[in-house]
Each structure stands twice: as C-alpha cells, then as structure tokens.
C-alpha cells in the first residue's frame, strides 16, 4: 500500500471561530488522536489535503508530520458540515504492536 505523506501545524485557536478564521485563510482544521496522550489540534493546508484526496481516496495510512514531532497515523477520516467545511480527525497506529481498533 502506498503511503501519503502530510505535514501539518499545532493550532492554539479552537472552536468554532477558531475553525473559521482557519477556513478563511485556506487551511482545514484537524486533531491528532493516540499514543495515550492529550488529543493535538492542527491545521492542514487545504490543497496539500485536496491534492492528497484526490490521489488516495478518503481512508489511507498517513505519514504526517507535525512540527516539532513525527507520528505515523492511520483513518484519516473527512467530515463535512452543511457549508461544506471540512475538518480532519488523525488516529495513531503503531509498527510494532497490533491495533486493537476496529477501522472502517
């Protein structure tokens, strides 16, 4: 299976203006859940995100890299809201030990 590869950047702005203003400026928000540790909040740039569904679809096991730490995750999962706002939600897997996750 090929591997995408993403580089995103821990937001401090949250919530639903937080979103917004992200929106405006061309990024999409996002979350980085896993590795027994508080969720991070991010922001993706939104055509880098385009281009990379474009090529591998919705569900795809993602090399992301966030400043200043590296995670490989998987389920890369869009969700869209009535305005067509999409946000972006980042679960951690590991190499070495099984997921015990059910994935979709």
């Given at each position: 299976m090929a591997e995408a590869k993403l580089k995103a950047e821990v937001r401090e702005a949250t919530g639903k203006q937080g979103a917004k203003n992200l929106r405006r400026q061309g990024l999409v928000p996002g979350i980085f859940y896993g590795m027994h540790k508080e969720p991070v909040s991010l922001s993706i740039d939104g055509k880098e995100l385009s281009d990379l569904l474009h090529s591998f679809?919705?569900?795809?096991?993602?090399?992301?890299?966030?400043?200043?730490?590296?995670?490989?995750?998987?389920?890369?999962?869009?969700?869209?809201?009535?305005?067509?706002?999409?946000?972006?939600?980042?679960?951690?897997?590991?190499?070495?030990?099984?997921?015990?996750?059910?994935?979709?």
């Open positions: 679809g919705r569900n795809m096991v993602v090399n992301l890299t966030v400043v200043p730490i590296r995670r490989r995750s998987r389920r890369l999962s869009m969700k869209f809201s009535t305005n067509r706002s999409p946000a972006i939600s980042f679960m951690s897997i590991s190499n070495t030990s099984p997921s015990k996750r059910k994935f979709m």
